[in-house]
Structures are given as C-alpha cells and as structure tokens.
T-cell receptor, first 115, second 114 residues
C-alpha cells in the first residue's frame, strides 16, 4: 500500500533564509508525487508535481522539489522564504502501478516564516 | 472559470442524524475525490470516482458512509447515524481524466456533530 510521511509537524525559518519541508514515500510501483499548500482560511492549492523526467521540478511561488528515488524522498524547497509562505504544506503520492487515481496525503507540515 | 464548489459550507447536526454533503466539480473533470480533514490532521482519503468506472471506496471508514455521483458530475457524500468522531472538514476535489494531473479542491464543508 502507498504511504507518505512528513516527519516534521512544524518548520520554523527566518524570512530570507532557505527552507526545506521533508517528505518520504512508499509505493510498490513508480510514484507520482505532489505538493499542495493550504493557506489560512483558504482551500488547498496545487504547488508542483513529479511525474517523470528531470528529478528537480519547479512549481508555483518559487518553490521546487527534488525527487530522490534511492532515498524515496520528495523534499520541498525554496531558496529564500517569505512571511507569506507561512501555511500548511501537504505531500501526496499516487502509485501509478496499483493505485489508479487514489492519492494518499501526508499529515502535513506547518511552516512558520518569521520576519 | 468556476472552481469546485461544495455545499453547505457549514453543517451542524445532532448525533444520530443523517447528513448529505454536495460537491460540484469543475466542468469537464471526470475524476472526483472526497477527503476528510480532522482538526489538526492531514487529509484522509475517502473515495474517488473516475469516469464510468466503479468507484474506489477503500477509504470509507465505515458502512455509515456512502457516496454517489450522478451523471458523471455532481457527487453527494452521505453519512448516516452521525457520530461525534465524524466532525471534520470534508473536502471534495476534481481532476482531468488523465493520471498525473493535479487535483482542484473545493472550500470544504465543516461538519459538526453535537
């Protein structure tokens, strides 16, 4: 069965510093990987995805993520954090071999960016 | 264009009552998903519909939960004999009928069971 782990409940970073939000996954086949963001009082929004090809994918708002097959990780990164990046971030995985459209989300990581 | 809409936005019900939650997906999206987000928790997969295929109900927590999708568009999630542990935000999402496409989420229905 597919699963996703976000080992940090919360990440704190100062504005202007680089940020990393960690995600590891487990699937029996090849994964489709996603990051979504939930701003306060707003719905979940898609940030970026890895389907195939280049391991480094770029998404909205300057975010990027690197797919590492050997470490089964898909960490979210941004070179310079903004206060407005403070939100709840979810990693998600779909097992394209067995899971069809079923998508499993991690528990979420709350990012606090301090001015 | 119009996004995913859900109704009602808030629902307060007494324990033991049945509730129906509605989702209108984005026009042209043939995949539709339901998730549950409990306070401070992640998203729990409930069910998805994809085109005319049989739905994947593997995430429904009990037989009190059911969902249907009429005409390949609007979906209704029904919870029978609600319990206090059913209190959560129920999120609906839709996506294009191609694997790998991102999901577009609705604003959710906040269900409170008293």
């Amino acid at each position: 069965a597919q699963s996703v782990a976000q080992p940090e409940d919360q990440v704190n970073v100062a504005e202007g510093n680089p940020l990393t939000v960690k995600c590891t996954y487990s699937v029996s086949g090849n994964p489709y990987l996603f990051w979504y963001v939930q701003y306060p009082n707003r719905g979940l929004q898609f940030l970026l995805k890895y389907i195939t090809g280049d391991n480094l994918v770029k998404g909205s708002y300057g975010f990027e993520a690197e797919f590492n097959k050997s470490q089964t990780s898909f960490h979210l990164k941004k070179p310079s954090a903004l206060v407005s990046d403070s939100a709840l971030y979810f990693c998600a995985v779909r097992d394209i071999r067995t899971g069809g459209f079923k998508t499993i989300f991690g528990a979420g990581t709350r990012l606090f960016v301090k001015a | 264009g119009a996004g995913v809409s859900q109704s009602p936005s808030n629902k307060v019900t007494e324990k033991g009552k049945d509730v129906e939650l509605r989702c209108d997906p984005i026009s042209g999206h043939t995949a539709l998903y339901w998730y549950r987000q409990s306070l401070g928790q992640g998203l729990e997969f409930l069910i998805y519909f994809q085109g005319n295929s049989a739905p994947d109900k593997s995430g429904l927590p009990s037989d009190r939960f059911s969902a249907e999708r009429t005409g390949g568009s609007v979906s209704t999630l029904t919870i029978q004999r609600t319990q206090q542990e059913d209190s959560a935000v129920y999120l609906c999402a839709s996506s294009l009928d191609v694997t790998g496409y991102e999901q577009y989420f609705g604003p959710g229905t906040r269900l409170t069971v008293t």
